[in-house]
Structures are given as structure tokens and as C-alpha cells.
């Protein structure tokens, strides 16, 4: 009987060799994001929470469609994401002053106290992230991401 392959080793040997790149961006993404999502379990998040309190401390009340395009996640998954903070007290939803009709989402002071904790999670994630790297190799490293992302946002094919 065939052995089960561990998922985190898992390769697709074909596609590896004609998109190196792409294939190796996937696997540091799972990694990374399973990295976070220890860190965050210590406070009580899952993966994406810490952006969304993090925006809201930043930026004030928004509404849940705001969110949506400043952070670039499907509205299904926002909405699930508020329902989850809504319920740990770290967010509130009330009325729009001007359309009753529109909800603004709010951090409250028990998200806003997670925030300084969040950030120490993310630093200690890119510390580890780029541990052996020295400075040039991550500025070097954080330049060839931008530009990455900008060829992606750029919708080229």
C-alpha cells in the first residue's frame, strides 16, 4: 500500500519545473500563513482578523463595503470575519449617522488593546520569515515582492 505524502512536502514535480517561481511563492505562502496562524491563535484570531482590527485602528468606523475593497477579500468572507470579531467583543456594528440604512464597523477597546500584541506577532513572523538575510537582501527582497504584486494588480497575463 502506497505511503500518505506528508502535505507539507507535497510537490508537483511537472508544474514545479515550468513555473518555479509561482511554485515556490505557494509553498512560502502556506508556510508563512500557517506560521501566523500560531502566532495569532495565542491572541485569539485566525489568519486575516489582525489585518481587519489593525485597518479599523488605523482608519476609523468603516462600512463592511469599504472594508471589502480596502482589504481585497470577498464580501462572504468579511462578513464572517465581523461575525467572529463581533462575537469576541473586538468589533461592533452600528448605524450610519447619514444612512440609517448602512452599518458601520467599529474596533472596540478590547480590539483596540490587541493591536501593540499584533504587532509583536508580525515582527516576530518577520524575523523569522528572513532570518540569515541581511539588510540588502531584504530591502532587495521587499522591492522584487512589490514589484511582483504590482504585475498581478496590473492584470497582466
Partial sequence: MAETPDPLEARCDQEERAAPISHA????????????????RE??????????????????DQRQSALVLALSIDPSTVTKMLQRLERSSLVLRRPCPEDRRVSLVAITDEGRALIDRITRCWRSLEERTTAGMTAD????LARLLALMEQNLAGGND
Fill in 25 to 40: 511563492l505557494y509553498r512560502l505562502n502556506r508556510s508563512h500563513r500557517l506560521a501566523a496562524a500560531g502566532l495569532l
Fill in 43 to 60: 491572541l485569539g484570531l485566525f489568519p486575516g482578523q489582525e489585518i481587519m482590527l489593525s485597518y479599523l485602528a488605523e482608519h476609523g
Fill in 137 to 140: 537582501d531584504r530591502t532587495e
